[in-house]
């Protein structure tokens, strides 16, 4: 599975619009989000949809962003995990 590119990034540009307004977050690159120093958010694609990777502990844990209704369920998992 690969990292989502631009095209893919475009798809999900509400979702990161979302993110990018979260307190503590920074993007370094389009698509790629640390908190203090530390990954903690990238996506991918492939032929199976988009995917997001949170990192909940020590691991990545993937979530299907592959539509609007997955968009918005993942924006709440997000936010639960930053608080």
Known sequence: MKHA????LDRLEALL???RRLPGLKERSRGVFYKGGK???????DPAGLFADLKV????????VSDAARQRAFARVLKTTLA
């Open 39 to 45: 990954a903690i958010l990238h996506f991918h694609e």
């Open 17 to 19: 619009a979302d993110v």
């Open 5 to 8: 590119g631009a095209e893919a």
């Open 57 to 64: 502990g020590t691991a990545f844990v993937r979530h299907d």
